[in-house]
């Protein structure tokens, strides 16, 4: 059943498990954060496109927060389930609203040995000074966290992001994922 749910368009990707710093400053959205805070409810983070965004996000609940020293809100959100959007439309105030509906939860999938190079990528992206201590419990033997974290953390354009995000098969994630370092890797030997 589709819940109406606000919509943060951002230029990034976020999966279910996913951590998010966030630092809010537009009236929309701190208005939507304090109704989301006070109602206990949740919003979806999704991927900006030109003038629009995509319509598949991922559900947030805010974790945390605090007054930032530049005067912003820092929120802290935790990525729960993926939505498909649709019906979109905005408030008065610019923001946007969509029916959300829940789609179904990967299955879970053990890391086979061939990624066995993908693993160790993430553990030493752990150790990165932007990185470090978001994630205290990524379960490297799972083929769904393994695609996400690395999807989220790794420098490759949204719209291949986006396209990891709405695969439905996680070992088919991680391929698509081994080449995506490949490429990385070429272009680091070019420069």
């Known amino acids: 059943m589709a819940v109406i749910k606000p919509i943060f368009p951002l230029p990034l990707v976020v999966f279910p498990g996913g951590r998010l710093q966030l630092q809010v400053f537009e009236a929309r959205y701190l208005d939507m954060i304090k109704k989301c805070m006070r109602d206990a409810s949740n919003f979806v983070v999704t991927m900006s496109r030109n003038q629009g965004f995509v319509d598949q996000g991922c559900e947030v609940s805010i974790r ?7 005067g912003l809100l820092g929120i802290l ?5 993926k939505q498909q959007l649709s019906n979109l439309r ?5 923001l946007w609203l969509a029916e959300a509906n829940e789609i179904d939860k990967e299955p879970s999938v053990g890391v086979a040995e061939d990624f066995s190079g ?3 990528l993430l553990k030493s992206l752990q150790i990165h000074p932007a990185v470090r201590g ?7 033997t799972d083929a769904n966290e393994l695609g996400a974290r690395l999807t989220e953390l790794l ?3 949204n719209e291949k992001k986006q396209d990891f995000f709405e695969m439905t098969d996680p ?13 990385l890797q070429i272009r680091g030997c070019d420069t």
């Open 77 to 81: 959100v935790i990525g729960e389930t």
């Open 155 to 157: 420098p490759i354009e």
């Open 118 to 120: 993908l693993v160790e």
């Open 90 to 94: 905005t408030q008065e105030d610019g």
């Open 134 to 140: 978001l994630y205290t419990d990524i379960d490297y």
């Open 64 to 70: 945390d927060f605090d007054q930032l020293s530049n």
């Open 171 to 183: 070992l088919l994630r991680l391929a698509g994922l081994e080449q995506e370092v490949v490429k």
